[in-house]
């Protein structure tokens, strides 16, 4: 019964931070969805003091984004004040791999010329 409650848990952060993401500009969506698919897959089999850890990291992330979101919603033009500044002593918590594919994503979300060049449909 604990595993249950334990993957409704999960289940229901994932499907909150893809519906968060609908609220970012659609480029940022895709990369954004991309990235929190695959990190959860890749979490699936982890210990449980990874699990504890990754809960914790990404409950935070929806709090802030949905703090920005909500923060946003009132203004007629999207505002820009999307994410936050990861504390230093953070990475410290990394592992190798981690701080890459940070840094891959901080490349990707900055770059003028994004990977995901999408278009809404205006019809």
């Known amino acids: 019964m ?11 952060l994932y499907k909150r931070i893809l519906l968060l993401h609908r609220f970012l500009p659609i480029d940022l969506r895709a990369l954004g969805d991309q990235y929190v698919k695959e990190e959860f897959r890749r979490h699936k089999n982890v210990s449980l003091r990874e699990v504890s850890a990754f809960m914790i990291e990404w409950e935070n ?16 033009v999207p505002t820009a004040n999307l994410g ?16 890459g594919q940070l ?3 901080m490349l990707e979300s900055t770059k003028p010329n994004r990977q995901f060049d999408i278009q809404e449909d205006t019809k």
Do not use: M
Not at 2 to 12: E, I, L, P
């Open 103 to 105: 840094y891959e994503l």
């Open 61 to 76: 992330y929806k709090d802030t984004l949905q703090t920005q979101v909500l923060d946003s919603s009132g203004h007629l």
């Open 2 to 12: 604990a595993n249950s409650a334990h993957v409704s848990k999960v289940r229901s």
């Open 84 to 99: 936050a500044a990861l504390p230093e002593a953070k990475f410290e918590d990394f592992q190798s791999e981690q701080i």
